[in-house]
T-cell receptor
Framework: DGGITQSPKYLFRKEGQNVTLSCEQNLNHDAMYWYRQDPGQGLRLIYY???????QKGDIAEGYSVSREKKESFPLTVTSAQKNPTAFYLC??????????FGPGTRLTVL | RKEVEQDPGPFNVPEGATVAFNCTYS??????FFWYRQDCRKEPKLLMSVYSSGNEDGRFTAQLNRASQYISLLIRDSKLSDSATYLCVVSDSGSARQLTFGSGTQLTVLP
C-alpha cells in the first residue's frame, strides 16, 4: 500500500543525546516536510524539502538537522542543541499541489 | 497576532446537532485553504479544501470570505464519529506551498 511511515512511534532520549527520526514515503512525492506539535498548539514547520539533495529551514529549525539523499526518505535529527525537544513529530509529503499527507508521527520524550 | 486563529473550544454538542467553526487568517496573500481533522494522538488528515464559492461534502460545508479573511466549517447532523480536533490550514502563494496551521478546535459529540 502507498503511504508514509514514521519510526519509531515512541522515542525516549536522555538529555544531551542526538536522535534521528525516520520518515519514508512510497507515494513518489517530490516534497517532504517535518513539523512538530505541542499540546494545544498547531503544527509548526521545522524543515522542508522540495527535491532530492535540497532542503530549507522552516519556522523553528534551530536544534534540528535533516538530509534528503533519496526521494523516499527525509530523516530528522533532533540534536542536543534543541532546548525543548519533547513533542509530537509529524512528517508529511506532497506533490506539486497543496495537499499534504501525514505519517502517523513519532512521540519524542526527553528524560 | 497568530497567523491563523481558531476558537479552541471545546465544543460539546449532542448527536444530530449542527455546529459551526470559524477561523481567521492574517496573510491576505494566502492562496489555498483547508480543513484538516485530527483524532486524539493521531496525524492530521485532510477533511476538505475550501473554495471561494463555498463547497459542500455530505454533511460538511466550508465557506471562504477573502475580504474578511475568514473561513468557516459547518457540520450538520453531528455523529459521534465527528468527535475530533478540526484544524484550519492556510497555504501561502510560494512555490514551496507551506501550510500554516491553526491550533485547532476540539469537538465532542455526545450521545
Amino acid at each position: 500500500d502507498g503511504g508514509i511511515t514514521q519510526s519509531p512511534k515512541y522515542l525516549f532520549r536522555k538529555e544531551g543525546q542526538n536522535v534521528t527520526l525516520s520518515c519514508e514515503q512510497n507515494l513518489n512525492h517530490d516534497a517532504m516536510y517535518w513539523y512538530r506539535q505541542d499540546p494545544g498548539q498547531g503544527l509548526r514547520l521545522i524543515y522542508y524539502s522540495q527535491i532530492v539533495n535540497d532542503f530549507q529551514k522552516g519556522d523553528i529549525a534551530e536544534g534540528y538537522s535533516v538530509s534528503r539523499e533519496k526521494k523516499e526518505s527525509f530523516p530528522l535529527t533532533v540534536t542536543s542543541a534543541q532546548k525543548n525537544p519533547t513533542a509530537f513529530y509529524l512528517c508529511a509529503s506532497s506533490t506539486s499541489g497543496n495537499e499534504q499527507f501525514f505519517g502517523p508521527g513519532t512521540r519524542l520524550t526527553v528524560l | 497576532r497568530k497567523e491563523v486563529e481558531q476558537d479552541p473550544g471545546p465544543f460539546n454538542v449532542p448527536e444530530g446537532a449542527t455546529v459551526a467553526f470559524n477561523c481567521t487568517y492574517s496573510n491576505s496573500a494566502s492562496q489555498s485553504f483547508f480543513w484538516y481533522r485530527q483524532d486524539c494522538r493521531k496525524e492530521p488528515k485532510l477533511l476538505m479544501s475550501v473554495y471561494s464559492s463555498g463547497n459542500e461534502d455530505g454533511r460538511f460545508t466550508a465557506q471562504l470570505n477573502r475580504a474578511s479573511q475568514y473561513i468557516s466549517l459547518l457540520i450538520r447532523d453531528s455523529k459521534l464519529s465527528d468527535s475530533a480536533t478540526y484544524l484550519c490550514v492556510v497555504s501561502d502563494s510560494g512555490s514551496a506551498r507551506q501550510l500554516t496551521f491553526g491550533s485547532g478546535t476540539q469537538l465532542t459529540v455526545l450521545p
